[in-house]
């Protein structure tokens, strides 16, 4: 079971309630989690989910050679509205031949955008039946004081009530392909504007390049080199490093933290998806596509994930 604190008493009931499903044997998470916060969701939720939880870590970008059965958990970061590239790549390799997932997006409270309904669009290109998703919070990876410490105690208890709804949800033998919001055509793929350097401090520990999830980072006697064709501007590096030593330039720093700094006072309600409304997957001639019904926000507070987005391409 997971071992999250239990301090509220809305928490205890969340969790009676949960105590009182029945829990899967196994599930296999794929999760992309280049500084950890889609980690953190995904084990949650798988955890208060299955007994067994195998873990495969597609920032290890090693090929998943077992296509393995039962129900998929997928967890993958927002970036710029939309999934990274790369992650995108990683999980199209993924074959679903008939297998049952639940998708999950994390984002730094900004907006997730197109990215749950990307991530959906290509289970299903991939043979997977999705029946439920959620867009979680995690502390913004590049503005660490936006949505800071999340996921908290308040979001495991989120988490936790969405599987035990996914675990009732499958009891009922429902597979229905849930709503999600979200625009075909996706808004445009991630470009990163920067990347991050190397200070004095730096000790050529090699802990940045071993952190990084496309191998962009290279040690050696001039220091270290980052492939700047390479790197998209995940931050893992710079969450890596034990100096300090790694971080985007400080002029890219000053603009950002002046655009998304205002969010470090708002707390982004989680959102989770079980329900059908209306057709899946919509044509993309059908443009603007949201089903405000479907959605479930865990708190009542604060503006929406989507649709509230400052311009395009915005981290
Ligand atoms: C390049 C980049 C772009 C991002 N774009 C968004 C975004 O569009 N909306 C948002 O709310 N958060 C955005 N974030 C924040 C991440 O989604 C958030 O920090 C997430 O938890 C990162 O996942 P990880 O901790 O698994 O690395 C962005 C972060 C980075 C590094
Ligand atoms: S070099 Fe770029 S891609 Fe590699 S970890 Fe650092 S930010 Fe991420
Ligand atoms: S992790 Fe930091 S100290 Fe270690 S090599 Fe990278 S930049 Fe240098």
Redesign the pocket.
Known sequence: MPSYPLRTGTASIIRSEHLAMRMIDKTDLFC????????EVGRTFADAMADVVEFVDLCANKPVSDPGDGIAVFAA??????L?PVAAERIRSVDGHGRVAISLV????????D?LLELNDILAERGFTVIASGAFI?????VRSV?QGRPDGRDADDIVGFAGRVLSKIGRGDSAVPSVPGNRPYRPD?V?SSHPTTSDGCTLCGRCAKACPVGAIAIGNDGVVTDERAC?????CVKACPEKARGLPAPVMDAMTAKLGPLASVRRPNETFLRRQGPYPAPASTGPWTHPASRTSSRSSGSR?AGS?PPTG??
Request: charged share 10%.
């Open positions: 992309f989690s280049p500084t950890g916060g889609t980690a970061p927002v970036f710029a509205g939309r990274p994390v984002y730094g409270t900004r907006a997730f955008d990215a995690a502390e913004h990876s590049i949505g991630p990163a998209f501007m995940c931050m893992a994930g987005a915005s981290p």
